[in-house]
């Protein structure tokens, strides 16, 4: 249910591919200046395009939620069979079957009922006080009023608030991660016209709603407003409906269809042959409803909402949050997970880890990436005594020279400031540099900050009573600053040559690359510090940054592939980059497993897409839409596909995919909303472990399956023996109804907790396409309903035959069906793994569940008025334990059949 927001009319004409556009054209087609509309301009713009806002999404009411849980084939058929019994005026049979509908329906509504905030999400983001000019005069006003033509004046700090053009800035930097997916704020120009292909990451002279001003300050125009911009394309996606379902919802869809055809086609087949018998009609019926309660797994929704809620909480104590029930299957079920990088496999925290000085060997900066533990080490160790003065120089220019700060407050640490310079200042921490004493030391004459066109900082510093100056920045510009480069016993001449072929070196490794530089300089008392006094400097070293791994991420994704999950990553960064993270994760074989953004636009058709993405394992250059074009391909390449992601640009994929899994930290508002399940600790191990838990939470749905199937079975071969032999029925509708209710439905939710057998994560996915009933299911299921129905036919038969009464014979037999209940639970517990060799203490539910199921129908026995509805009366100590020897012959067959089906295997596998 969504709240639309009027748009008006569509935006103006000639604004496709804004940056391949010069300022002065834009400002043309949106009849604007840079002073900006007049108040009644905007106001009829703001009527004619409507309000920059995203529309509201408002999820679905209790009623609603609680009618969705009747929309089931196998819901309809109980339906039927509860009107049914209201028509023949059994009015028992109708309250059972509608006691279990109200059952599951509340226990569904309570466990889906979770509003779906996307967009609203979406809408806070936008929610910003934006400064505009009006009349030639700066105002301040709500994000939501701003239109096309606007101007809008950002600084640091400041969210976009619309698609926008910019027209004049200042040492401007925005971090598009939202969108992008790039960790690193890209700088913007305003005075660059770009070619029509670029992509969104490299358009640099745009800035996109939702994204941060991280530095300076800028002037622009709004192109597109609300549901035009970028994020409002993502908020689109996010707010339609998800088209793919989950596994389990497939297969039990096909299930209760199947289900549903057999009890029509059986029921027909009896109904006609008793018609044709000349039966009454109301016995007729009653031979139907009894026919279709015994085919029909009354238990099985309550049963597995159970299944799944208890899945639900276990993902839960292993920070894994379930946001949709049938999503923790879903989870355990992918074949393939596409993951974004930044915040998901990274720690989306710009860190030092090489050091590179002229003529040697580069060094390695080891430990946190948000915090100074750790230490710089070189090829052979410690670094001696001569390295050392190389190390102090690289930290004592990146404290002074850098505008960050760091420090220990409240038992935590904390920092702010760019992300080049904290990653700088905890570098210099864990060598024991730190920027106050620093500064006490040498004291700051005067200082450059970063601008984007300069593209360097520098601090002017008193040291031993001179002026010196200390410059970091893009390597390039410094070298144009050096004539010498610091080797551990002084200087020597600036080998050009090896600086460059050492930054290619980390670049090429995907390190992003920067260089540090020292020298004394003079400057006049009245003069100011600036860019002609930077020469003749003495280059100190490169520094390679990068955006690291978290510790977890390389072992996830070899546990991942263990358990037969191909891993995939999808990140909006260089190619280069990508490939150096995807080298590391060790996804990578060779660069073809690359594919990049502009690969894929060129893409002229699905097939050609599905053959581009079917043995990629790397996704770089990505933009927001892609994501989905990724998602949807690998779906029609047969995946089922769970994404996971930390931002907006993620929203569309996640909503897309099988299952969605969004970061809890630090994901935004969009990613966790739209995502059906959320890691608390943003620990891609924690989706491994959701993993493991789905397959589990699948594995019981199975074993509780074949439990209601198999006694149900049992019950239908004990059915059509009686009526071949023309005997009475065996049990009464409400004695079936009893058994698949009461007495089995304690076993079954109680088997829903069964713990994991513990090689979940040693065997590949099922098939995508794979039945629930696949051959070894059918195959247990046929021996035990054999085994079942014949033993229990034979001794309803047989009391028959010896002269006892038909409510008699019932009585022994509905016991008998309770006994074989009690033994065949166990018999559920493993497709493979004895009885004996599985501790019954590790389910204790279960083993109390089934002797309450006793208990429960020995005091039906013995309480007079369900003793009458039920049609049960006592029998002796004897009479129980005789029984209870026929009801262990299932234990006997079925454990025959895993030993038999444990020597094929062995034998098939020499």
């Not at 040693?762 to 696949?774: C, G, H, L, S, V």
Request: glycine letters at 6%; proline letters at 5%; one cysteine or more.
């Amino acid at each position: 249910m969504t709240e639309t927001v009027e748009h008006g009319e569509p935006h103006p004409d000639g604004l496709d591919q804004l940056h391949a556009r010069s300022a002065e054209q834009i400002l043309s087609n949106l009849s604007a200046t840079k002073l900006g509309l007049t108040q009644a301009e905007a106001a009829v713009r703001l009527q004619r395009y409507g309000p920059n806002a995203l529309p509201k999404k408002t999820p679905p009411g209790v009623i609603q939620v609680f009618i969705n849980q009747f929309k089931s084939p196998l819901i309809y058929v109980l339906v039927a069979a509860a009107l049914v019994s209201l028509m023949i005026e059994e009015y028992s049979d109708a309250i059972f079957i509608s006691a279990v509908l109200f059952l599951n329906a509340i226990i569904g509504t309570i466990q889906e009922y979770s509003a779906q905030r996307s967009a609203d999400a979406l809408q806070k983001m936008m929610m910003t006080q934006v400064r505009v000019l009006r009349d030639g005069e700066a105002y301040e006003v709500n994000s939501e009023e701003i239109v096309p033509g606007d101007i809008v004046l950002l600084e640091s700090g400041e969210r976009v608030p619309a698609d926008m053009r910019i027209l004049d800035s200042h040492n401007l930097e925005i971090d598009e991660s939202l969108l992008s997916g790039e960790s690193i704020a890209v700088v913007k120009r305003a005075d660059v016209v770009l070619e029509p292909d670029t992509v969104l990451g490299d358009r640099i002279n745009m800035t996109y709603a939702g994204s941060l001003v991280n530095r300076g300050r800028a002037q622009c125009v709004v192109a597109f407003t609300g549901l035009a911009t970028e994020l409002g394309t993502i908020a689109e996606s996010v707010t339609g409906e998800s088209s793919a379902k989950a596994p389990l919802q497939e297969r039990m869809e096909r299930f209760t269809h199947r289900v549903a055809m057999f009890v029509s086609f059986a029921v027909l087949v009896m109904a006609t042959i008793l018609f044709i018998r000349g039966m009454p009609l109301a016995e007729i019926f009653l031979s139907s409803v009894a026919l279709a309660v015994s085919v029909i797994p009354e238990g099985l929704p309550v049963a597995l909402t159970v299944a799944l809620a208890i899945g639900m909480r276990r993902m839960a104590r292993r920070d894994v949050i379930v946001r949709r029930l049938i999503a923790v299957e879903a989870l355990g079920s992918c074949t393939y997970i596409a993951s974004d990088k930044t915040g998901t496999l990274t720690a989306n925290q710009m860190t030092v880890r090489r050091l590179a000085f002229p003529g040697e060997e580069d060094w390695q900066v080891t430990g946190e990436s948000e915090q100074p533990v750790g230490s710089v080490v070189t090829p052979k160790g410690a670094p001696d005594s001569d390295q050392h003065k190389l190390l102090d120089q690289a930290c004592l220019c990146a404290v002074l020279a850098n505008e960050g700060y760091i420090g220990h407050q409240n038992g935590e640490w904390a920092h702010n400031g760019d992300a080049v310079d904290v990653a700088l200042l905890i570098m210099a921490h864990k060598a024991g540099y730190k920027r106050p004493e620093e500064i006490t030391q040498f004291p700051e004459i005067d200082s450059m900050p970063f601008e984007s066109e300069r593209l360097y900082s520098a601090s002017l510093n008193e040291v031993d009573g001179k002026s010196r100056a200390f410059v970091k920045g893009a390597f390039e510009k410094l070298l144009e600053m050096c004539s010498t480069h610091l080797v551990p016993n002084g200087v020597a001449p600036l080998d050009r040559a090896e600086v460059e072929r050492q930054a290619q070196q980390l670049a090429s490794a995907g390190f992003r690359v920067i260089a540090l530089a020292a020298g004394d300089v003079e400057v006049a008392p009245r003069e100011d510090f600036n860019h002609e006094h930077l020469f003749d400097l003495t280059l100190i070293g490169l520094v390679g940054l990068i955006d690291p791994l978290r510790p977890e991420s390389r072992p996830a994704v070899a546990k991942c592939r263990a358990a037969g999950i191909k891993v995939a990553m999808v990140t909006g960064d260089h190619p280069v980059t990508a490939c150096a993270i995807g080298r590391e994760l060790d996804l990578l074989e060779d660069e073809s497993q690359i594919v990049t953004g502009p690969q894929l636009k060129m893409t002229a058709s699905e097939a050609e897409m599905d053959d581009l993405t079917r043995g990629a394992a790397v996704f770089a250059r990505v933009e927001p839409t892609q994501k989905l074009d990724i998602v949807q391909s690998l779906q029609r390449n047969g995946n089922y596909v769970a994404v996971s992601g930390d931002g907006a640009n993620d929203a569309p994929a996640l909503r897309a995919a099988q299952v969605g899994v969004a970061m809890g930290k630090s994901g935004t508002d969009v990613a966790r909303e739209t995502a059906e399940i959320i890691v608390t600790d943003d620990n891609f191990d924690s989706i491994v472990d959701g993993v493991e838990e789905g397959r589990i939470a699948y594995a019981n749905v199975r074993k509780v399956i074949f439990l209601l199937i198999s006694t149900g079975a049992a019950e239908m071969v004990l059915f059509v023996l009686a009526m071949i032999t023309a005997l009475p029925l065996p049990l009464l509708a409400v004695q079936l109804l009893w058994l698949n209710l009461v007495t089995n439905g304690i076993q079954d939710v109680a088997l829903a907790f069964e713990p994991g057998e513990g090689h979940e994560l040693d065997q590949p996915p099922r098939p995508p396409k794979e039945a629930i009933f696949n051959r070894i299911m059918i195959e247990r299921v046929v021996i035990s309903a054999i085994v079942i129905g014949v033993v229990a036919f034979g001794l309803f038969k047989y009391l028959l035959d010896q002269g006892f009464s038909v409510e008699q014979a019932r009585n022994s037999t509905l016991l008998l069906m309770v006994l074989f209940e009690n033994v065949h639970v166990f018999n559920s517990r493993s497709e493979t793994l004895s009885v004996f060799r599985h501790n019954p203490l590790r389910n204790k539910l279960l083993l109390g569940g089934t002797i309450i199921a006793q208990l429960v129908h020995i005091g039906a026995m013995y309480t007079p008025w369900i003793g009458d509805v039920l049609g049960a009366s006592p029998v002796s100590l004897e009479q129980w334990s005789t029984l209870l020897l026929l009801a262990l012959s299932v234990m006997v067959v079925m454990e025959l059949h895993k030993f038999i089906r444990a020597r094929l295997v062995t034998t098939a596998g020499r």
